[in-house]
């Protein structure tokens, strides 16, 4: 459930979101600034391998170290996993894990938690099998722009497989892409999209290029599905829990739909049960939560 928030409120999200991670960070904020109480944070991640970490920043393309500085580059320039990107004409900001995510108007900057009046709101990440429709449309149009964007930096770990591929011990990251210098410089670079370098299962989201798929308008899809089911059976939508017809092939309403299609990932994780409406983590490819479908055989 989305919720409003500010002041402290607000400032004890946006630390949670970074301290908490476990999987995967991501910070979208025009300006970044790490004082001494942010880079403790973000420190907690920096021996770990196993937390992408991606940061967009943007604007100033004259002077990008008004964005972000030389010295807070050489700060990320340490972590194991992590990839930072240049969107010039950024003005959004969002702060996402895991578990949650923050659509709002602060800065990861300290002046802006100390003296300015911010707010946001806070929702259920898209990554869990129960979540916001909300955080899922701030989650998948912070692809778009990030696709967009220019890969200034990516560092990668990498590993060694042990007990015949079950297990996997890191053994050191590699920097597959960096211009810093020649950004920080004003030189020219060469473009490079971030989803080049970061890891699929974490950001599958992000990294699905939209598959040709068939274009239905409304009418058009609710035609559709009326006429591949029964009346008397309603069904749900797999991510909103919106009542629909029943039809395996088609457990969205046609809103969700229209967000699903553009990545058209059959796997990507949902919240309901097509037939019982029940949370249950579930996807186009498996739209039924295992009780319903062993129902039917």
Request: net charge negative; charged share 30%.
């Amino acid at each position: 459930m989305a919720k409003f928030i500010s002041g402290k409120e607000l400032v004890e999200a946006v630390d949670d979101i970074i301290y908490n991670a476990k999987s995967r960070l991501l910070i979208i904020s025009p300006y970044i600034r790490l004082d001494e109480h942010f880079k403790k944070l973000f420190e907690k991640h920096k021996n770990n391998s196993d937390i992408e970490i991606v940061i967009g920043f943007g604007k100033n393309e004259e002077n990008i170290s008004r964005s972000l500085n030389y010295e807070d580059f050489e700060f990320f320039r340490d972590f194991p996993n992590i990839g930072i990107v240049y969107i010039p004409n950024l003005h959004a900001k969002y702060y996402s894990n895991e578990n949650i995510g923050l659509v709002t108007s602060i800065n990861l900057l300290d002046s802006s938690f100390r003296n300015n009046i911010e707010f946001g709101v806070l929702g259920e990440s898209s990554l869990l099998g129960n979540n916001d429709k909300f955080d899922l449309a701030a989650f998948d149009f912070s692809s778009k722009i990030l696709k967009d964007g220019y890969a200034v930096f990516a560092r990668r770990p990498n590993y060694k497989k042990k007990f015949l591929g079950l297990a996997k011990d890191y053994v050191g990251s590699t920097t597959e892409w960096d211009i810093i210098d020649d950004l920080v410089s004003n030189r020219k670079y060469e473009k490079h999209n971030i989803f080049e370098f970061l890891d699929r299962e974490k950001f599958v989201a992000f990294d699905k290029s939209p598959k040709p798929a068939r274009q239905f308008d409304q009418d058009q899809y609710e035609v559709q599905s009326v006429k591949n089911t029964s009346s008397e059976d309603s069904a749900y939508c797999i991510r909103c829990r919106t009542e629909l017809s029943y039809n395996t092939d088609r457990p969205y309403c046609y809103s969700c739909y229209q967000v699903w299609v553009n990545y058209a990932n059959p796997k990507y994780q949902e919240n309901f049960c097509h037939s019982c409406g029940k949370e249950e983590r579930t996807s186009m490819e498996k739209p039924e939560c295992y009780t319903c479908y062993s129902s039917e055989y």
